[in-house]
């Protein structure tokens, strides 16, 4: 009896955590001024933003303009995409909810991303280090991931 309330207690909490962890996330009016004025801080005013810091493009196929941040277009104090290594740079997803404002969704360090249509719906294939896909030297891994709601889905890697 007390195995069976404890496996209860384990579902319930596996059941209910996901919905407090989205329910907690806080809504960002505007990403790219969010951004923005995170690095002008942390740079101490000396921070410029290239012509490909932003980019507006539906990610999750839910016909609302979502927003992608690039880091690597970022000049702080001089230095271009300060936070970018041979692994790449960081970029930031937000998806934008019907209610107003965006959530971050994801945060991934890559080289780049293509956006393209298969099977019906746009996806991202994301060029990453090699070790993505269990490799320790060679061409990038390319993931092909589908956003799904708020969700990053992932098809293939290769």
Do not use: W
């Amino acid at each position: 009896m007390r195995l069976l309330i404890v496996i209860i207690l384990n579902v319930l909490a596996l059941v209910i955590m996901p919905v407090v962890a989205v329910a907690q996330q806080s809504l960002v009016q505007d990403p790219v001024a969010f951004e923005k004025e995170h690095f002008t801080k942390r740079c101490e005013g000396q921070a410029s933003f290239g012509d490909h810091f932003s980019t507006d493009q539906d990610i999750n196929n839910d016909k609302l303009m979502d927003v992608v941040i690039n880091e690597g277009e970022i000049t702080c104090k001089g230095e271009k995409g300060p936070d970018c290594t041979d692994e790449g740079c960081t970029y930031n997803f937000y998806i934008r909810v019907e209610d107003g404002g965006y959530l971050l969704i994801a945060t991934a360090r890559i080289y780049g991303y293509d956006f393209i249509q298969r099977f019906g719906n746009m996806v991202l294939v994301m060029k990453m280090h090699p070790k993505y896909c269990n490799r320790t030297e060679g061409d990038p891994c390319l993931m092909t991931v589908r956003v799904r709601g708020t969700q990053f889905v992932t098809i293939s890697t290769k």
